[in-house]
């Protein structure tokens, strides 16, 4: 058990720091969060920011385009860029952290060469249309359908609460390329596409969230047609692919927003010291216990990455166990600052509140708690599936 | 950073395992539970085994081993409901004689609450007036005294690795029920009411074991009462959850969870309460 990092790694963490000191200051104002075009434009622009300085991609495979650093130096990356308040990954989040690496895993050398350095560029963002209106939570029953048709596949259905459809260049799509019938189990029939979301035949529809904004669309495919070149992997073998997919975005997309909470933890503090709701004996002490909280996450993310760094490959679904706790926990965070901030918690013009609003998304989206539970009894439990 | 065990630590751990499986199996711990006394050869053979010389330097007679090391072991303790004033004594070891070999047993006032008062060779702290109570748990005899908390960091840790061990014991005892035990033609463990019990229950234990082992290995006061204050909740809520999945069996003497239970409450009031270690972590921020 050692939680020591290298002179390297720490050489590295100076670099890193000394960089990030510098390259802040020239960013741009932060976007209104309702204005999608702007926040892309500021994502991205941050994304080549990083680029160019030689940090996009830290963690990928060299072949990948990214830099193959350890998955040590990727944590301090994370650690770092959050504690000095950088940029969220935003726009550029299923690129980078979950159709990228499927791609890296399961793609072929030409599609790695087209899509892999645009989006370590930021030049292209992704967006992620697994979601079907009838296939949420059982997601291989969707029914959007890809027919052959020569070098092309013609896709028609539709997606729901698809993040960034609006802005996205590429969406990593499943679709049905065999019919559902009832002698074979439905995730056999799956395929893995890359959609260009400019193509003819596709409708976005935005959908306002709670908090107001238009987070995600609605996204119809009306005979569209994708060229049979875009699927990654083999045809009806899209079901592995997505549980690689499933692997990155519940295993490490979230670790990083870890050390974001125990900033937000340390002002909410600041605050309950200056308005005296520190003098409750619960409150500051449901304050404590979130410090112990956080600060276990970040702990079980190093435990988890030295564990799948030993066995050398993608994390497993020890992701689920992090993710779980991590939703809950990010949601008491809120319920506590609402506790701190008294009646100003209704002030929607505070961002704290805003992000209140987006912590309720956290234990449904990328798979429900419930679906989280289910996975770690029956994965890592071994408890029986029901009937 | 490889934040996983050594190939060392795996085997010590293994070696307590093993040395705890054969001496205190079902039968010795119910034997145990109807004859409340403190087993000195049980004491001895950790002893040999180096339970309380562990982090004794080597040239002082001990192993020369770390706290990392030590809450591994505390950890198997903890499963197997090893009874005794283990920490105190681990923590004796050095100062106390025979508390390294297992040749003496030492206890604390700590706190409102002293275990193994009768049967200890060495009291440290003042007894005086100390009201035997009638222990919930029946494993640890208890005596309440005036005494107040002398904060040992060390002490608060193990007592948290002992917590884990008792949690991840009543997840696999849970899970082992809820697989075998059939109910409307199917395992219970088929059915999400008790599937999200038992995932609940391995969540809140490796959470504390990551806490307890990083806390382990930094020794920040912070971090060890974050550990304290999560491995007392994953030890106390999976012996309940434990007891649910059992069902009317969980709730018998015959059934192993209600001293989990017992002891993991006994536990949490021991070398750091709840409050205590959220008013250290509060006043970190
Ligand atoms: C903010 C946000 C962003 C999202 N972004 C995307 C995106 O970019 N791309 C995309 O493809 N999807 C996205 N999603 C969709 C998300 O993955 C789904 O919402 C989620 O998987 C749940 O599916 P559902 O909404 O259909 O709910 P349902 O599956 O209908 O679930 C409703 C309720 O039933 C429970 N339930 C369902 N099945 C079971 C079961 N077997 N056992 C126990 N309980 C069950 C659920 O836990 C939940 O409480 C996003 C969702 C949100 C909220």
Not at chain 1, 258 to 282: F, H, I, K, S, Y
Not at chain 2, 157 to 186: D, N, Y
Request: glycine share 8%; aromatic share 6%; charged share 25%.
């Amino acid at each position: 058990m050692d939680l020591t990092c290298t002179e390297e790694e720490e050489a590295f963490r100076s670099r890193l720091r000394d960089w990030l000191s510098k390259a802040l200051p020239r960013l741009p104002p932060r976007p209104d969060p309702s204005d999608w075009p702007a926040r892309r434009a500021y994502d991205t622009g941050w994304q080549r920011m990083l680029y160019d300085a030689g940090y996009a991609g830290l963690h990928w495979p060299v072949a990948a385009g990214g830099r193959g650093a350890t998955p040590t130096q990727h944590l301090i990356y994370l650690e770092e860029t959050e504690r000095a308040g950088a940029p969220y990954v935003g726009a550029n989040f299923v690129g980078l952290l979950h159709a990228g690496p499927t791609i890296a895993a399961e793609g072929t050398p030409e599609q790695r060469a087209r899509w892999l350095p645009p989006v370590l560029r930021g030049d292209e963002i992704w967006c992620q249309g697994f979601s079907e209106p009838d296939a949420g939570s059982d997601l291989a029953a969707l029914r959007t359908r890809a027919v052959r048709d020569g070098d092309d596949y013609v896709v028609t259905g539709s997606k729901i609460w698809t993040s960034h459809a609006e802005v996205a260049d590429w969406c990593e799509l499943l679709v049905r390329t065999a019919p559902i019938d009832a002698s074979v189990p439905k995730h056999r029939g799956i395929t893995w596409l890359a959609l260009p979301m400019d193509a003819p035949g596709i409708t976005v529809r935005p959908l306002r969230t709670l908090a107001g904004s238009a987070e995600f669309a609605e996204v119809f495919l009306d005979e569209v047609r994708v060229p049979v070149a875009h699927r990654v992997g083999a045809e009806n073998d899209g079901w592995r692919v997505t549980m690689v997919t499933l692997a990155f975005e519940r295993g490490t997309a979230f670790v990083g927003e870890v050390v974001a909470c125990r900033r937000t933890l340390t002002e909410l503090a600041a605050t309950a010291r200056r308005n005296g709701a520190w003098d409750d004996d619960e409150t500051r002490r449901r304050l404590g216990a979130l410090n112990a909280e956080f600060t276990a996450l970040w702990r079980l993310t190093q435990w988890n990455v030295s564990a799948s760094t030993r066995g050398g490959g993608a994390p497993g679904v020890g992701g689920s166990v992090f993710k779980l706790r991590y939703s809950h926990a990010r949601q008491e965070l809120y319920e506590t600052a609402a506790r701190v901030l008294g009646p100003d918690a209704l002030d929607l013009g505070r961002a704290l509140i805003l992000d209140r609003l987006s912590s309720l998304s956290y234990t449904i989206a990328a798979g429900t708690s419930q679906i989280q539970r289910n996975i770690v009894a029956e994965r890592i439990l071994g408890l029986p599936k029901g009937r | 950073m490889d934040f996983q065990l050594t190939a060392d630590q795996k085997a010590l751990r293994a070696a307590m395992r093993d040395l705890l499986a054969a001496r205190l199996d079902r039968a010795a711990l119910r034997a145990a539970v109807e004859r409340p006394a403190l087993d000195r050869e049980l004491w001895r053979a950790l002893g040999e085994a180096g339970f309380f010389a562990l982090r004794l330097p080597e040239r002082e007679g001990g192993v020369g081993l770390t706290l990392a090391d030590a809450a591994l072991v505390f950890e198997e303790a903890g499963r197997a409901l090893l009874p005794g004033p283990l920490v105190a004594t681990h923590l004796a070891a050095g100062t106390e004689p025979g508390a390294a070999t297992g040749e003496s047993v030492v206890t604390r006032v700590d706190g409102p609450l002293v275990g193994w008062l009768a049967e200890a060779d060495y009291v440290q702290g003042d007894a005086e007036g100390a009201v035997a109570l009638r222990s919930v748990d029946p494993l640890t005899p208890l005596h309440r005294t005036r005494g107040t908390r002398t904060y040992v960091p060390e002490a608060a840790l193990l007592a948290a690795a002992e917590q884990v061990g008792s949690a991840s014991r009543s997840t696999e005892l849970a899970v082992q029920h809820a697989r075998s035990r059939a109910q409307f033609g199917q395992p219970i463990g088929a059915f999400q009411a008790v599937k999200h019990l038992c995932a609940d229950m391995l969540v809140r234990t490796e959470v504390a074991r990551a806490a307890v082992y990083a806390a382990a290995v930094t020794q920040d006061p912070c971090e060890i009462a974050g550990a304290k204050l999560l491995a007392d909740e994953a030890a106390v809520r999976g012996a309940r959850d434990c007891l649910q999945v059992h069902g009317g069996m969980g709730f018998t003497w015959e059934a192993e969870v209600h001293l989990h239970l017992k002891r993991a409450w006994v536990r949490a009031e021991q070398w750091q309460s709840a409050k205590e270690a959220a008013e250290v972590l509060a006043a970190a921020l």
